[in-house]
């Protein structure tokens, strides 16, 4: 790991924590559905009623976060091959573990986030208020997306190109969807993308991608 790498994850998480602290407490008006309170209200309120609503581009992104999902089972099922074949979790490939390690982080983060709400959806789901703060679609997309496109050449082959324009695209999809859909805040969405930044300056920091790269090209 190299220190600049872990200065950069530390610095991405508390911005992380700044701006959650700044939606939280500041411009608050009960602007949502049943009157929940809502950080940052002017901006958000005008986005909102910019963006609207639409449930079926909303139930578009569930399953290409479905989709997406495939890669973490892939991943897995990888990381139990390596573990009966190499007799050690030591052994298994850094790259493995490490997502290993930030797919339990991103559980943790959403469980937490659904017990310490920052902000309700605009709208109501099922005509129940849901926590929408920040946006676990975004983070997921992020993450799962933007961490297989790092390691895919190593574990994908030739049809690694072909895979990670498939992800990218699926990552655009998703991430827009969640936006024009009108199920998040913008603040949620920001959210999302500044905690899947940090996340993923941790994945970075934990498999050292250069070593990756030196240990291809020889």
């Known amino acids: 790991m190299k220190k600049k790498n872990i200065i950069l994850t530390s610095i991405l998480f508390v911005l ?3 701006y959650t602290y700044i939606v939280k407490t ?4 009960a602007i949502g559905p049943k009157d929940s309170k809502v950080g940052l209200a002017t901006f958000n309120g005008w986005f909102s009623k910019v963006i609207g609503s639409n449930m079926k581009i ?3 992104t569930e399953y290409l976060g479905y ?3 495939l890669i973490v089972v892939v991943f897995a099922v990888i ?3 390596q573990l009966i074949k190499r007799k050690s979790l030591l052994k298994v490939d850094r790259e493995v573990i490490s997502m290993g390690i930030l ?3 991103m559980i943790g983060i959403y469980a937490l986030f ?4 920052i902000n309700y959806r605009p709208i109501l789901i099922d005509k129940v208020l ?3 703060y920040p946006s676990s679609h975004t983070m997921l997309a992020m993450c799962v997306a933007t961490t297989f496109v790092m390691v895919a050449d190593k574990y994908f082959g030739k049809a690694s190109k072909f895979l990670k324009v498939v992800v990218l695209i699926l990552l655009t999809l998703v991430i827009a969807g969640r936006i024009i859909s009108g199920v998040h805040w913008a603040t949620d969405i920001l959210g999302g993308v500044l905690v899947s930044t940090a996340l993923i300056s941790l994945y970075n920091t934990l498999i050292d991608v250069k070593k990756v790269t030196k240990k291809k090209s020889k």
Do not use: R
Request: aromatic share 16%; hydrophobic share 60%.
């Open 16 to 18: 992380f924590g700044i």
């Open 26 to 29: 500041i411009n608050v008006k």
């Open 58 to 60: 909303y139930k578009v």
């Open 67 to 69: 989709a997406l999902l």
């Open 79 to 81: 990381g139990f091959i």
């Open 103 to 105: 797919y339990v982080l």
């Open 114 to 117: 659904e017990k310490v709400i």
């Open 130 to 132: 849901e926590a929408s």
